[in-house]
């Protein structure tokens, strides 16, 4: 075969593994895939095979949606034995069938009740492979509870939208953020039961492992859990520092390690002090929280938005405001995106770096989650062949994905309202849209 023939072979490859990314997904498109050997295609083609091969398994996932609800009923069921729960008979048979515990199984019936039932424009797009299995699970478990509370067909109407909408840019960890920030915005008084009916929960266990280990997890409200992680960014900023100075094995530790032998020097410090007397007192807030004014002076409910965390509710917002240093910050009225910064309190360059930490929050890679406070300030055009230290070319990166920028054949496009694009090694792209600044990502 000659050179030619092959690119001619690689080119309808290509051109066949287009028509069917974009084909409605169905045993025929199923069929046509699975005839395809993936090691043949171009690398660009590849991604859109495995892209197509995604959309299908969305749409055998809403079939197994149907499916779990028709075996399982449409409603919970309540066994007549006192020592039987919620569905006891159903999860059994589920759990059983498709190999999974039963707690599993219980997860996969709500998630399936409440997309069946509640959510019809989640079920059409999870089978139009509009959106993965991992968008709609997310959807329905952040409006579950919403939808148990009494949330209006309107209102579940609306979140649907927002979300599906929101879902083509994001991963399911940001969508999940999106539905509860929409849900605190169209109800925010039963947003705050939900709040303050889940405070009630929070808790520390301790589970013992093997190998001389042990598992501690704490449950707590996410501004308190935040407070933790800060205190433990803290004390890992001073060893750094120290490490600088006295050379030990603490540079050898990995991050996970630094976190948590960070938590166990706090910890044992605190207990230290407390031998002799023990005062209360109240530890300074180290978060941001995000708050509109007319909500701040008490005038409106409007969720506030807790970095790291998403949306909580106005009181807690207002609370954690209330001896908090203030920025001010001006966003367009319409989409929310940031557009300028006060530099009455801050001259650049900080008041650049000011600037960009409370535009892009986290790392700018697609789906990355990394907070801004673990990221490097990184000029998308480089400033050795002549890239501008400014607003439109500087963006936050986290340590990996700027490796990848700078050493693994990516690239970046910066634009001037914080969005991006980036093209893979493949060539594929991938568009990170702007982020308002009142929704958390």
Request: aromatic fraction near 6%.
């Amino acid at each position: 075969m000659t050179s030619a023939q092959m690119y001619s072979i690689d080119n309808d490859l290509s051109d066949v593994v287009q028509r069917l990314l974009a084909a409605i997904p169905g045993i025929t498109t199923l069929a046509d895939l699975v005839a395809i050997d993936p090691h043949k295609l171009s690398p660009a083609s590849r991604i859109d095979y495995l892209s197509a091969l995604e959309r299908q398994s969305a749409w055998l996932q809403a079939l197994m949606q149907r499916a779990i609800v028709a075996v399982a009923g449409r409603d919970s069921t309540l066994s007549e034995k006192i020592w039987d729960g919620v569905d006891e008979a159903e999860r059994e048979e589920i759990s059983t069938a498709l190999r999974l515990s039963p707690n599993t199984a219980q997860m996969r019936i709500d998630v399936a009740r409440t997309l069946v039932n509640h959510l019809p424009h989640t079920c059409s797009a999870l089978a139009m492979g509009e959106i993965s299995t991992a968008h709609a699970t997310v959807i329905a478990k952040e409006a579950a509870a919403a939808i148990r509370n009494g949330l209006s067909e309107y209102a579940i109407y609306q979140v649907e939208e927002k979300a599906l909408s929101f879902a083509e840019f994001h991963t399911p960890g940001q969508v999940a953020n999106k539905v509860r920030t929409t849900i605190a915005q169209l109800a925010p008084a039963e947003f705050e039961e939900v709040v303050d009916r889940a405070r009630e929960s929070r808790r520390v266990s301790c589970y013992n492992d093997a190998d001389g280990m042990a598992t501690v997890v704490a449950i707590l409200p996410a501004q308190d859990a935040q407070i933790v992680m800060k205190s433990i960014e803290a004390y890992i900023l001073t060893m750094n520092a120290h490490d600088e100075q006295e050379s030990n094995t603490w540079s050898l530790l990995s991050a996970d390690n630094k976190r948590a032998d960070a938590l166990t020097a706090i910890l044992s410090a605190a207990l230290s002090d407390s031998l002799e007397t023990v005062k209360p007192h109240r530890r300074a807030v180290t978060i941001n929280v995000t708050i509109d004014l007319p909500t701040l002076l008490g005038l409106a409910q409007n969720p506030g938005q807790l970095s790291g965390y998403g949306a909580i509710p106005a009181s807690v917002a207002r609370e954690l405001a209330s001896d908090a240093t203030w920025k001010r910050f001006i966003t367009d009225p319409q989409t929310g995106n940031l557009l300028d910064y006060g530099r009455e309190k801050y001259e650049p360059p900080q008041g650049l770096v000011d600037f960009l930490l409370a535009r892009d929050r986290t790392c700018r890679f697609p789906g990355c989650r990394q907070p801004a406070t673990r990221t490097d300030i990184d000029h998308a055009h480089s400033w050795e062949s002549g890239g501008e230290t400014n607003c439109e070319n500087l963006g936050l990166l986290c340590r990996r994905h700027h490796r990848l920028k700078t050493h693994g054949g990516w690239g970046l496009v910066s634009n001037d309202n914080g969005s991006c694009e980036w093209t893979s090694p493949a060539g594929k792209k991938y568009f990170v849209p702007a982020r308002p600044i009142n929704e958390s990502q």
